[in-house]
């Protein structure tokens, strides 16, 4: 299934206002981590109050001591700095770098906005060396306007 073949299914769990935000999210990281090969981690990591850190939400995939991720720190925390996507090839090659487990190769993250505010982030970790395409940039980013108008 192509990213774009997966864009109804967003829409379709988000227009399910019988169900709670939590288990939306929930159910977005399940449609992603079960429908790309290399998306072997999906979550969502949000804003912790009016702290500078930032706190795990739901997702899917091994279970991970990074509940709180300091800004700065690691390629989340740089996110919600930069307000920028971040594409990581190779995690290796990166000195700011929070290993979540040895498996994990690649990283990816895209901020979540309101009101132009980065509320948040999708963050996918692939046991791949560089698959991240600039398709999936755009569709994360798809994705993440989608759980705004959510959020909002």
């Given at each position: 299934?192509?990213?774009?073949?997966?864009?109804?299914?967003?829409?379709?769990?988000?227009?399910?206002?019988?169900?709670?935000?939590?288990?939306?999210?929930?159910?977005?990281?399940?449609?992603?981590?079960?429908?790309?090969?290399?998306?072997?981690?999906?979550?969502?990591?949000?804003?912790?109050?009016?702290?500078?850190?930032?706190?795990?939400?739901?997702?899917?995939?091994?279970?991970?001591?990074?509940?709180?991720?300091?800004?700065?720190?690691?390629?989340?925390?740089?996110?919600?700095?930069?307000?920028e996507?971040?594409?990581?090839?190779?995690?290796?090659?990166?000195?700011?770098?929070?290993?979540?487990?040895?498996?994990?190769?690649?990283?990816?993250?895209?901020?979540?906005?309101?009101?132009?505010?980065?509320?948040?982030?999708?963050?996918?970790?692939?046991?791949?060396?560089?698959?991240?395409?600039?398709a999936?940039?755009?569709?994360?980013?798809?994705?993440?306007?989608?759980?705004?108008?959510?959020?909002?």
């Amino acid at each position: 299934m192509t990213l774009n073949e997966l864009k109804p299914q967003i829409n379709t769990i988000i227009s399910d206002t019988n169900t709670s935000v939590d288990k939306q999210l929930l159910a977005i990281c399940e449609v992603l981590e079960s429908n790309v090969p290399y998306y072997n981690w999906v979550g969502f990591y949000f804003r912790n109050g009016n702290k500078e850190e930032l706190k795990l939400g739901p997702y899917v995939g091994e279970p991970t001591d990074h509940t709180i991720i300091p800004f700065g720190k690691g390629i989340c925390g740089q996110v919600a700095v930069s307000n920028e996507n971040f594409v990581v090839p190779d995690v290796s090659a990166q000195d700011n770098y929070i290993a979540c487990s040895i498996t994990v190769k690649s990283e990816i993250v895209v901020p979540i906005f309101v009101d132009g505010h980065n509320i948040g982030q999708i963050d996918i970790d692939s046991n791949t060396i560089d698959p991240f395409t600039e398709a999936d940039e755009r569709f994360l980013e798809f994705v993440c306007a989608q759980v705004a108008s959510i959020l909002s």
